[in-house]
């Protein structure tokens, strides 16, 4: 049984920081690319940022390039997402998620998920 546990999100104003984490079991993390993705109200799940297996690969989404990072450590297989500059905009549920292989290509080959934790950024 695959388990995705969340954690770091909050209520931070603009301009701030937060580090989400993403401690995974129940599979050998590191063959799995590992991704992040949000909901925010209304709209639907978008990709955020993703990272193969390695860890040698990574993909952001146009919104956060420059601003978050991701990273791994297939020792404590944990997902980590560093999240600078936040803005207004970049609240919503952030979701932590195990694609289908080693890499996150295609975007929607996600096999396991997380139940999310909420990031809240006041203007």
């Known amino acids: 049984q695959v388990q995705l546990v969340e954690s770091g999100g909050g209520l931070v104003q603009a301009g701030a920081s937060l580090r989400l984490s993403c401690a995974a079991s129940?599979?050998?993390?590191?063959?799995?690319?590992m991704g992040w993705f949000r909901q925010a109200p209304g709209k639907e799940r978008d990709v955020v940022a993703a990272i193969n297996w390695s860890g040698t690969g990574t993909y952001y989404a146009d919104s956060v390039k420059g601003r978050f990072t991701v990273s791994r450590d297939n020792a404590k297989s944990a997902v980590y997402l560093q999240m600078n500059s936040l803005e207004p905009e970049d609240t919503a549920v952030y979701y932590c998620?195990?694609?289908?292989?080693?890499?996150?290509?295609?975007?929607?080959?996600?096999?396991?998920w997380g139940q999310g934790t909420l990031v809240t950024v006041s203007s």
């Open positions: 129940g599979r050998t993390f590191s063959t799995y690319a």
């Open positions: 998620a195990m694609f289908f292989s080693g890499t996150y290509y295609p975007l929607d080959a996600v096999d396991y």
